[in-house]
């Protein structure tokens, strides 16, 4: 049995040690991007990936490079995420976000020198494999993980999430619109994670392809109860809602298919993620993780 | 000898291929990213890649990914640079800027879009390769490409040229710091472009160190003329000079030195691209290259 939680002070303390120091004519941008990517958080996608890695058989030290280059891809998409362009938010995990605090361009170029770095430790771990074997799989996970961030993955994702809902097509399938996004969005990223893990570990085809369906099934329920938790408030950490996407005409799977019709979808995605990891039972660690997602919306 | 020359049309025809379509959902942002790549521009950074790989020994085959990623880093640096929150620019190259057509959310995620798809298509090639020697280049390629673009390379220069330099300690050196954003934001691309050709062809280290004394110098040479080109205007092609980097007290070689004295430093960068390779009379059109840049200024 692999323990998830025993991932995160192993990202916690091997994160820091992936960031550079510039002279001090940039220096900024240094602080700028610990600022954000030092910033807490679960951590889900490099724990993702440790714990692929795990049960593929690669050591922690192999997937750590890979862990936390999905660390920094994630914290680069919330800096963007939140620019004025973009979401134009004011706060991120109770802190003002990287542009209220650096201003506008130094966050754009922070999250750009962060999907930058993501990308040259990568290339440096895979330069640092001393065998072929895994030098081969380590460029294969490297991979794996630029596609799904890039603009057939998570970025796509982003775009479709800003069309127009009232100029959009009358015929377009809502249904098929939202679950692209969510998909792309959120998902994307979490089976990066969760598959750039079992590559690096050596894993079968088919193994990958029970995980990736498991991933997509992860970042389903996570969005969909992020939806729920914004439309119904959560008592213990938010008191009341703090915003109801419905007022603002996005698109969600509460403004779809109302409340209740959400947790019926959250239902039948965590019964999907528990089917594609019927045949592994020493993953109990990652049915355990998606059931309690939705606990606090249910 | 290897012409220059010869290898702008093979780039142009490979580009395209390397762009991928999405949904319709997402399409759109296809297209933003399109728009700026392939808008033309002289492709210096692709084809400086394809010359170092000859010149070492590497097909134009192999360094193609590479020198498309490279041309993919450049388009997204504009894009990003041409933003409202950085340049603010309304025009490129005589076409209105990304954000001016797509809206700044969208040139925003485009320049990500590029940025990210440059380091799938080299992962890409790493994984092509079949021979071990090979993937170990092609990856080493990769990670020398992804330092030199990231927070302390282009970006670092593009951080330190946004330092305001009335808010600037007087006791830091204007010349340091000058020749620092030179150095970063226009040269670290092209050593980047020329080097990763050469790590692919598998060339020694100290012919690397020398080709990457000619890509400084090729850059600072770039810069200067640019910044001369911005004061003297160019008859040619502008009639007047459209802007003076004088007026808005922004840090150039010409605001700094003076015409003569830009120019002299100009004559001080070319001196030493040719002693950088004085060892090489078979890299004439290296020297070719970089004696033409300041012709119009001289």
């Known amino acids: 049995m692999i323990a998830f939680e025993s991932f995160l002070p192993m990202v916690e303390a091997a994160l820091p040690s992936y960031l550079q120091q510039n002279e001090p004519y940039a220096r900024v941008i240094d602080e700028a991007m610990a600022y954000s990517l030092l910033s807490g958080g679960k951590r889900l996608r490099p724990c993702f990936c440790l714990y692929g890695a795990a049960f593929a058989g690669a050591s922690a030290q192999e997937a750590m490079p890979f862990a936390c280059a999905l660390e920094m891809i994630h914290a680069y998409?919330?800096?963007?995420?939140?620019?004025?362009?973009?979401?134009?938010?004011?706060?991120?995990?109770?802190?003002?976000?990287?542009?209220?605090?650096?201003?506008?361009a130094m966050a754009l170029l922070a999250g750009d020198g962060l999907l930058s770095r993501a990308f040259e430790v990568m290339a440096q771990a895979v330069c640092a494999c001393e065998q072929t074997q895994a030098r081969a799989?380590?460029?294969?996970?490297?991979?794996?993980?630029?596609?799904?961030?890039?603009a057939c993955g998570?970025?796509?994702?982003?775009?479709?999430?800003?069309?127009?809902?009232?100029?959009?097509?009358?015929?377009?399938?809502?249904?098929?619109?939202l679950a692209y996004i969510e998909r792309n969005k959120t998902s994307a990223l979490i089976c990066a994670a969760l598959v750039s893990g079992l590559i690096l570990g050596g894993a079968d085809a088919s193994v990958i392809r029970d995980f990736e369906a498991y991933g997509l099934a992860f970042g389903m329920v996570f969005q969909i109860t992020d939806d729920l938790l914004d439309e119904l408030g959560d008592e213990k950490t938010f008191g009341k809602p703090i915003h109801s996407d419905a007022k603002n005409g996005k698109l969600t799977a509460v403004t779809l298919y109302g409340v209740e019709g959400a947790r019926a979808q959250a239902r039948k995605w965590l019964a999907l993620a528990h089917e594609a990891l019927a045949d592994y039972p020493q993953a109990d660690a990652l049915i355990r993780l998606i059931d309690a997602l939705p606990q606090r919306v249910f």
Chains 1, 2 share one sequence.
């Open 77 to 104: 998409s919330l800096i963007h995420d939140d620019l004025p362009c973009m979401d134009n938010d004011d706060l991120r995990r109770g802190k003002p976000t990287n542009h209220r605090v650096y201003g506008e």
């Open 137 to 150: 799989r380590a460029a294969q996970a490297m991979a794996y993980i630029a596609g799904k961030c890039g």
């Open 154 to 177: 998570m970025i796509a994702g982003q775009v479709a999430d800003m069309a127009d809902l009232n100029a959009l097509d009358p015929t377009v399938d809502r249904g098929a619109l």
